[in-house]
């Protein structure tokens, strides 16, 4: 007999084979199940295939060499097959990663790529490009007592509300700097990579909440912070564009309930485009500014 | 099958780059109008971050240098099969192979390479004005066989991580590589024979497009026009820390900023480059 673990994340309940420390353990009845297990070579009937996953109506297959496959199914399993000796954390990264985003899609949810912060009584989303600043923000909004509900991917449901994810930041380095974190007992994502999981257990809000704004961060080679307010087809296009793994949406045959969750949020939230200078990143100026503007 | 459809713009950066694509932009565009310098796609670089994620369904920020480079050759082949026209990639990475028989820009999805080359003496000066370093500084990057962009692994950059070695390898690592189809402009002829440069570049590339065409596709793409519409609205390519990208657009400025002790340290460096593309005449003397 296999030991199950179970856990809450993003609105689910999890039963896993193998244990998950990031998540926060829970009871009851599973929503989803992770299981160890063989993965198909590939899929059929592959709507969308990319380098690494090929995606199908209600299954995905994702491959990271030398460290597993993951195949998410009908949104309420995913096998996943090492193809390294250890079941660690680097295991883990893409489990959370890549292969929750298309679980998310195949449930009809709404990942959007970055991070959430509770300001007063509802949720802020951090989205953007990689590398613009959407855990930076995170860290340091945390680093100010606010409390934040998932980082890397932010996910809506269908009552527009933001569920909580797991009370962990993924953040570099340099940004740990730059807040004054000591790295010495944080764990690196990757032992070559020096990224490091921040457990954020206090500042962790742990209930849905209801989105109000998403900022979407973009960066220039100018000096000074801008922001412009979207609506209508920009505004649409902006959030289809950030929701996490957009392309799997296509090849998970989803584009239909992504349409309609996006056509029901929008008209109930604002979005921004927030431009900041590319280089340093200011991150009590720019934290300044963002709450000026939603004041 | 593989479809031979990526035309390769490579080179060092400050060679000459921006200002090809440009005049590619407007060649292939029927606008009256000269092409927007912020219009240039930022997915036609080949480092982009952007791009890279979307093609494999993963983070690049969660994957090692060597992983990235070893899926950067999928990825561009998957783009190559996606896409019914010819496709301009600016590249400032160097050729190299990224595991056995294996390179970075694959041979199979790649119709030629575009290899723009300037005087090193110039694109120094350039390079030191755009990153707002100390050309002795620059110099030391310049011989660094080493040298890469973006290749801090405690820090997110906004590229992906772009090997280029030193001057003298860079060039050699495009020019000497047979595997692709490679032709070599070089900056100053771009200057002193644009239309001739230009049109054999066209001829390369294998588009019909006529003299008018090429023509019209230069002016718009003159570098007052580029140097005015930055100073009207800017330009994202350039580095924050420097005041302009356009800067100058000349042959010869070196001559205004670096001194004996640095011209013999470059050309100790790369006099075998330098005498082959002619920046430097049977004595060794500079020919800019």
């Not at chain 1, 195949?106 to 509770?118: D, E, Y």
């Not at chain 1, 029901?264 to 939230?269: A, H, M």
């Not at chain 2, 029927?30 to 927007?36: E, L, M, R, T, V």
């Not at chain 2, 199979?108 to 110039?122: A, L, M, Q």
Request: aromatic fraction near 10%; proline fraction near 3%; charge should be neutral.
């Amino acid at each position: 007999m296999v030991q199950l673990f179970t856990y809450k994340a993003f609105g689910l309940v999890i039963k896993s084979e193998f244990e998950i420390p990031e998540l926060l353990n829970h009871e009851g009845i599973s929503d989803v199940e992770i299981i160890l297990g063989k993965t198909p070579q590939n899929l059929k009937n592959i709507n969308k295939q990319g380098v690494k996953y090929q995606a199908s109506k209600n299954e995905f297959l994702l491959e990271v060499d030398n460290i597993a496959k993951y195949f998410v199914n009908s949104g309420n399993k995913i096998t996943v097959e090492l193809l390294k000796e250890n079941l660690d954390k680097e295991v883990r990264l893409f489990l959370l990663g890549s292969s929750f985003g298309a679980l998310f899609l195949q449930r009809g949810l709404l990942p959007i790529h970055g991070s959430a912060i509770k300001l007063d009584e509802s949720v802020t989303i951090f989205t953007g490009l990689s590398g613009v600043g959407k855990s930076s923000m995170a860290a340091y909004f945390i680093n100010q007592g606010y409390q934040a509900l998932a980082d890397d991917i932010s996910v809506v449901n269908s009552n527009l509300e933001v569920v909580p994810g797991f009370p962990n930041l993924k953040i570099w380095n340099d940004v740990l700097n730059k807040l004054d974190i000591q790295n010495e007992s944080l764990s690196q994502i990757r032992p070559d990579i020096k990224k490091y999981q921040l457990p954020i257990n206090d500042n962790y809000y742990n209930e849905s909440l209801p989105l109000k704004n998403i900022i979407i961060l973009t960066t220039k080679n100018s000096s000074g912070f801008n922001y412009e307010e979207l609506f209508g087809i920009k505004k649409f296009n902006a959030i289809r564009n950030n929701t996490y793994r957009h392309r799997f949406v296509q090849g998970l045959e989803k584009q239909q309930d992504h349409f309609q969750i996006l056509n029901k949020l929008l008209p109930n939230i604002k979005v921004f485009n927030v431009s900041r200078p590319q280089s340093p990143i200011m991150l009590k100026e720019l934290g300044d500014f963002i709450i000026n503007l939603l004041d | 099958m593989y479809k031979k459809n990526i035309i390769w713009l490579a080179s060092y950066p400050k060679s000459g780059n921006t200002w090809f694509r440009v005049f590619l932009t407007n060649l292939l565009s029927d606008s009256n109008i000269p092409a927007s310098i912020n219009d240039l796609a930022e997915t036609s670089i080949s480092s982009s971050r952007k791009l890279f994620d979307e093609y494999t369904g993963l983070s690049s920020s969660d994957l090692t240098f060597e992983e990235i480079d070893s899926m950067r050759p999928d990825v561009y082949r998957m783009q190559s099969q996606e896409s019914e026209e010819l496709l301009f990639k600016k590249a400032h990475d160097k050729y190299y192979t990224v595991a056995k028989d294996q390179a970075l820009f694959p041979s199979e999805i790649s119709k030629g390479v575009i290899y723009i080359i300037r005087n090193p003496f110039d694109v120094l000066v350039s390079f030191a004005y755009h990153s707002a370093k100390p050309v002795e500084k620059m110099i030391s990057t310049f011989n660094n066989s080493n040298y890469a962009f973006c290749d801090k692994n405690d820090k997110l950059q906004n590229q992906l991580r772009q090997i280029m070695g030193s001057w003298s390898d860079h060039v050699n690592s495009w020019t000497q590589q047979k595997n692709i189809p490679v032709h070599i402009i070089r900056y100053e002829d771009m200057i002193q024979d644009t239309f001739k440069t230009f049109s054999k570049a066209v001829e390369f590339i294998e588009i019909k497009k006529s003299k008018l065409q090429i023509t019209e596709a230069i002016k718009k793409s003159d570098f007052s026009v580029l140097s005015n519409q930055e100073k009207e609205l800017g330009f994202k390519e350039k580095m924050i820390k420097s005041n302009s990208f356009f800067r100058k657009g000349k042959s010869g400025d070196w001559q205004n900023h670096l001194n004996e002790k640095m011209i013999k340290e470059i050309i100790a460096n790369h006099i075998k480059v330098m005498s082959k593309f002619g920046y430097l005449d049977s004595d060794n003397i500079p020919v800019y």
